[in-house]
């Protein structure tokens, strides 16, 4: 069963969350390995938890190429809308 897409907000709120950083520390451009120091095991946990979360299968490749929140929305929009 796939959700509506998340807000942009709704996502910069899922990424501080659980990566359990200051809400300032996200921004919605904000690298997530370079700026947010996400690491691949972290990555892999944000990809399950957006699975569970929108309703929505992500390949490890599909969400590699994802760097930042606006990144993740654009995704979700496109992926959400067509479903």
Known sequence: MT????????????????LEHADEMVAYDSEFAVDLGIDSLTTMELMVQLEKRYGVRLAESEFAELTSVNAVHEFLSARLGAA
């Open 3 to 18: 959700r509506p897409t998340p807000t942009r907000e709704e996502l910069r709120d899922f990424f501080v969350e659980e």
